[in-house]
């Protein structure tokens, strides 16, 4: 593995509830240190409650998007500048979700990506391929698109972004990769990345799609795997810190 370090990230999605989050954030803020890192990526209102609950412990924590502008008449959106004064040091852009539902292009995630880290915040690129998209035989081509649009941002980066692949059809559909299919893309990716001049032996690329404990290990233990970007399973502490323990 070199010099990449090895993650599990939560991504609570539109989840959550100031009473339920205290004890999935204690659970969270108590899991004792591991060979990898941990965080947390919450909604917008939570933020401060996630610092509250894990500044004294080895988590992280972040938002779930990121604005590309530093600040302005953009109602509604959310600055790196505003994460980095809740201590926030992860965030995630071009989710699936985000490029689906708010029609986000692969343009403005790169930009967003060079918002977070002008800021001093990791930036999570997200990356996949659709199941139509897969089926014509076009993964590599698409994900290949969508990391050489955030080129720049990568050679800038030196390493200190994290890439998540995640299978748009395996997205909270109980469907996952079998680790030899998430293995093969991780390594297109690696390679992509090598051919784009970035850092491509120190970036950390992670899985999303439907992990779970049962699968965690196996997928975890791919050469090119670096960890997991977790959805529903993070709402959930023992399911969580058990993916974590994968690692």
């Not at 930036?123 to 649009?149: M, Y």
């Amino acid at each position: 593995m070199g010099l990449r370090n090895r993650w599990v990230i939560g991504n609570w999605k539109m989840n959550g509830s100031l009473a339920g989050n205290a004890a999935l954030l204690g659970a969270v803020a108590a899991a004792p240190s591991g060979v990898g890192k941990l965080g947390v990526c919450v909604p917008f209102p939570y933020l401060g409650q996630a610092q509250s609950a894990l500044a004294d412990g080895a988590a992280v924590w972040g938002g779930q998007d990121v604005s590309e502008h530093a600040s302005g008449a953009y109602t509604g959106q959310v600055s790196a500048a505003m994460l980095v004064e809740f201590g926030a040091s992860l965030v995630l852009v071009g989710h699936s979700e985000r490029r689906q539902y708010n029609a986000e292009t692969s343009d403005l995630v790169a930009r967003k990506a060079s918002a977070a880290l002008n800021a001093g915040v990791t930036p999570v690129i997200c990356v996949g391929e659709t199941l139509a998209e897969r089926e014509d035989g076009h993964a590599e081509a698409v994900v290949g698109q969508q990391l050489s649009a955030c080129r720049e941002v990568l050679l800038r980066a030196q390493g200190a972004a994290i890439l998540a692949y995640e299978p748009v059809w395996a997205i909270g559909t109980g469907k996952t990769a079998t680790p030899a299919e998430a293995q093969a893309m991780h390594a297109f990716i690696r390679a992509t990345l090598r051919v784009l001049g970035a850092e491509a032996e120190a970036t950390s690329i992670l899985y999303g799609g439907s992990v779970k404990a049962g699968n965690a290990r196996e997928l975890f233990s791919q050469a090119d795997i670096d960890g997991g970007l977790i959805g529903g399973a993070s709402l959930v502490a023992a399911d969580f810190l058990a993916i974590a323990a994968a690692l």
